[in-house]
Nanobody, 115 residues
Framework: QVQLVESGGGLAQPGESLRLSCAGS????????MGWYRQAPGKERELVAI??????TYSDPVKGRFIISRNNVQNSVFLQMNDLQPEDTAVYYC??????????WGRGTQVTVSS
């Protein structure tokens, strides 16, 4: 079993920053990619950023504002979110892709951007 636990969400005002963390534990033998998705009320879950040994991808709405980083030793991934805007309000989910197309999700952390 693989567990992903997110932390760092909360309330921010427009223009402020938050940093999300995700710690993986359990039977993690190999990681192909780790990343972040988000789901706003009434919308589908969407990719925010994802990183592997070969590439890092950001969605267009967050390019230039968010930075993803990873600690391979600790099976952790982070998301530095700068210049937050109300449209960034969503539940943010940690994601891990392993061998054989295995996918794992955290339970999510709420990010609310409001003045």
């Amino acid at each position: 079993q693989v567990q992903l636990v997110e932390s760092g969400g909360g309330l921010a005002q427009p223009g402020e920053s938050l940093r999300l963390s995700c710690a993986g534990s359990g039977s993690i033998f190999s990681i192909y990619a780790m990343g972040w998705y988000r789901q706003a009320p009434g919308k589908e879950r969407e990719l925010v950023a994802i990183t592997s040994d070969y590439a890092t991808t950001y969605s267009d709405p967050v390019k230039g504002r968010f930075i993803i980083s990873r600690n391979n030793v600790q099976n952790s991934v982070f998301l530095q979110m700068n210049d937050l805007q109300p449209e960034d309000t969503a539940v943010y989910y940690c994601y891990l892709e392993g061998p054989h197309n295995a996918e794992y999700w955290g339970r999510g952390t709420q990010v609310t951007v409001s003045s």
